[in-house]
């Protein structure tokens, strides 16, 4: 159980194209997703977390007009980044939290997608 | 932005040994969680820790959670080449949407 997935899990773009990374919780609805990007050979950098139906909270430093976040249902959110540029090369992570009325450690607990390589040209 | 203070940063070790890391915090967490992640790969959960002075065993894995809450730690003992990867420790925020916050992460290498 507490399976996420995410889609596409490698992606090369052109510079100034916009790219949509997918993030299911496939046997569970997430209340709360969170979107994470890691640099090579660095920890986890949060971006911003998403609650179902309403805007996302981007962390410090973060653009929101660049990281498109909608998280349309209780078991998708899309992060889609806007004229994309080569500094935006990375690695993306999505976790989502279980909502209330689960065992632990199902709730409460962030479970990870496997990750989205983004290349941008 | 806050983070954990994890170490060491790198391990490299024979097979068959043990493994000890820990993480420290200034700030106080209701979880810790350890998470295991490999090369390409998001990161996968190993223990959650939900109680002060909490010690969980999985398998050859086992974490406490330190009585202050501001520290844990997690062993794995007789080590396999299927451990290497880089584990992370996290806290998660005790308000507001209870994001997580990681450690730098260690490195394990084992040689066979």
């Known amino acids: 159980g507490a399976v996420v997935s995410q889609h596409p899990s490698r992606v090369i773009c052109k510079s100034g194209t916009s790219v949509k990374i997918e993030c299911r919780s496939l046997d569970f609805q997430a209340t709360t997703m969170f979107w994470y990007r890691q640099f090579p050979k660095k920890s986890l950098m949060l971006m911003a977390t998403s609650n179902e139906g309403s805007k996302a909270t981007y962390e410090q430093g973060v653009e929101k007009d660049k990281f498109l976040i909608n998280h349309a249902s209780l078991t998708l959110s899309t992060l889609t980044v806007t004229s994309a540029h080569p500094e935006d090369s990375s690695f993306y992570i999505c976790s989502a939290r279980a909502g209330r009325g689960l065992a632990r450690p199902s709730t409460d607990t962030q479970y990870f997608g496997p990750g989205t390589r983004l290349t941008v040209l | 932005g806050q983070q954990l203070n994890q170490s060491p940063q790198s391990m490299f070790i024979q097979e068959g040994e043990d493994v000890s890391m820990n993480c420290t915090s200034s700030s106080i967490f209701n979880t810790w969680l350890w998470y295991k992640q490999e090369p390409g790969e998001g990161p996968v959960l190993l223990i959650a820790?939900?109680?002060?002075?909490e010690l969980t065993s999985n398998g050859r894995l086992t974490a406490q959670f330190g009585i202050t809450r501001k520290d844990s730690f997690l062993n794995i003992s007789a080590s396999i080449p299927s451990d290497v990867g880089i584990y992370f420790c996290a806290g998660q925020e005790i308000q507001g949407a209870q994001k997580l916050v990681f450690g730098q992460g260690t490195r394990l290498t084992i040689n066979p």
């Open positions: 820790l939900y109680k002060a002075g």
